[in-house]
């Protein structure tokens, strides 16, 4: 296998590919070189298209590089060339000046010159400002999100701009280590392992099937959908490997999740677990259940006799009927990785993980803790 040239019209089109979601084998093959050439290419700038380079208004352009050399060339004085081309004297004896004087100064290769050396990477917020670094290093190891993180800066400290940072330039301090701000070691606390940012990708819903008696999702009253009123959940089975699974259950309004140890997948043990962890909550906290198509929950009947709880269930293949859910199930993948055997977990671990993300701050929260929604709901609604 060739290395592929990586003239910029390859490189342009290796992130046009990437962007569009390609994988690194499918790069590499439409190159005819190996994906380990293709992410080499692409962790330069942790898996972000490098912004496109463009002169500034006020230098000199080649062809106005082009007319100081004609005037060289006719022995013109720095003053008569630079009011041609409506520039100081000065600015045309400089440019001159540092390209070799008039008996070497060439317009092309000068103007190649000033376009190498105009190429000054600007220093990273993080690494300039060392109190920043250090929270957003500390956050990071509470396992928070980059975002979570940029969010609650601009809440905690909202007259102070130099502690603020985007998401975008933490990913990127974490992920091109030549800048020099975060620790590598940090990256084990993202959600995901990756060393470089990957495109947005579509899943395939799963699979699903009929179930008696099942309430839609359509006739769930519409105060459920606004979430104005606490107590309404969503539900989900979050897969491990070895048929290992656990039930996660989040609050709509306030984003709180409870998880569940299941040991098995039968729906009896399935709705007696979720009613076991249902019924210690507040009376103001049980109100619904939304969950998928899955058979787990087939005795749905059963559950909501103990526990006074309706069921209603999403339509085939539409799990952005349970967003909150989705999300949440995305969020505890950082501690309940996939491929893991999940029943190595007692209810003791899955209330620890559980507490860990109900003290994250969320975006949809106003970058408040669910934790902290949670007691504020149950206060106003005791």
Known sequence: MRRPPWSESKTAEVWRRWEAGESLRTIATAFACTHPAIGKVLRRTGGRRPPLRRRAARVLTSGEREEISRGVASDETFAAIGRRLARSRSTISREVGRHGGRPAYRAAEADRRAWVKAARPKRCRLAARPQLRQVVAAKLTCDWSPEQI???L????????DMH???ETIYQSLFVHSRGALKRALLRHLRRPRTMRRPRRSTPAGPS???ADAISIRERPPTVEDRAIPGHWEGDLLAGTIDSQIGTLVERQSRYVVLVRLPTKET???????????RRLPQQLRRSLTWDRGRELAAHQ???????VAVYFCDPHSPWQRGSNENTNGLLRQYLRRGSDFRQYSQADLNRIARRLNQRPRKTLGFKTPADKLAAIVASTG
Do not use: E
């Open 150 to 152: 940029a969010g609650w």
């Open 154 to 161: 601009k809440v905690t400290y909202p007259d102070n701009p």
């Open 165 to 167: 940072v985007s998401h």
């Open 209 to 211: 099937g009929p179930l």
């Open 268 to 278: 009896t043990a399935v709705v007696d677990a979720l009613a076991q962890q249902i």
């Open 302 to 308: 059963r559950f909501t006799v103990a526990t006074d």
